[in-house]
């Protein structure tokens, strides 16, 4: 005889849930073993033999978001280069990711510094002039002067 029930369900169960995290499990492992592919490029590998119901759903935006987060929080980089001849990752060449640092020679300006950035958010500008102190620690201007963007701002004020 049942005299309780307990945790009972009114609802119907998502048949998608599974598939959903057969998804978002080989989307993590790629990610993992290739950290210099490119976010879409990870969505396009995980979900090539999704349901038709799966990719209605809008499974590769919250993917991509996924991977972008999670890179944000290991902070991928590529290898240090060892000369002047390096490769650069495809991820940096999909996008304009180039921030260049320009240094006062007399009446002109220099570029002297060149960051491959995956993102340009605060918390990647602080890492990247993080590094360029740890290379550069010498380097401490005594002026700047900059193209209006918010992120490097409050990352140079810092």
């Known amino acids: 005889m049942v005299t309780e029930?307990?945790?009972k369900h009114n609802h119907a169960?998502?048949?998608?849930?599974s598939e959903r995290r057969t998804v978002r499990n080989a989307a993590h492992r790629i990610a993992a073993e290739n950290p210099s592919l490119p976010s879409r490029r990870i969505v396009a590998q995980s979900t090539s033999s999704v349901s038709d119901a799966l990719r209605t759903v809008g499974l590769g935006e919250n993917l991509a978001k996924m991977i972008r987060s999670r890179r944000q929080v290991i902070r991928v980089e590529p290898?240090?280069?060892?000369?002047w001849k390096f490769d650069?990752?495809?991820?940096?060449?999909?996008?304009d990711r180039f921030y260049t640092v320009h240094a006062q020679s007399r009446q002109s300006f220099k570029p002297c510094?060149?960051?491959l950035m995956t993102q340009r958010t605060i918390p990647y500008y602080d890492y990247a002039?993080?590094?360029l102190k740890e290379v550069q620690p010498q380097c401490s201007p005594t002026s700047i002067?900059?193209?209006?963007?918010?992120?490097?701002?409050?990352?140079?004020?810092?």
Do not use: C, H, W
Not at 13 to 17: C, H, I, N, R, S
Not at 79 to 83: D, E, I, L, N, Y
Not at 88 to 95: D, K, R
């Open 145 to 158: 002067t900059m193209d209006y963007e918010q992120a490097v701002i409050t990352s140079i004020q810092r």
């Open 113 to 115: 510094v060149q960051f």
């Open 129 to 131: 002039f993080m590094k």
């Open 79 to 83: 290898p240090v280069p060892t000369g």
């Open 5 to 7: 029930i307990r945790n």
């Open 13 to 17: 169960g998502d048949a998608l849930a």
């Open 88 to 95: 650069i990752p495809e991820m940096f060449l999909t996008n």
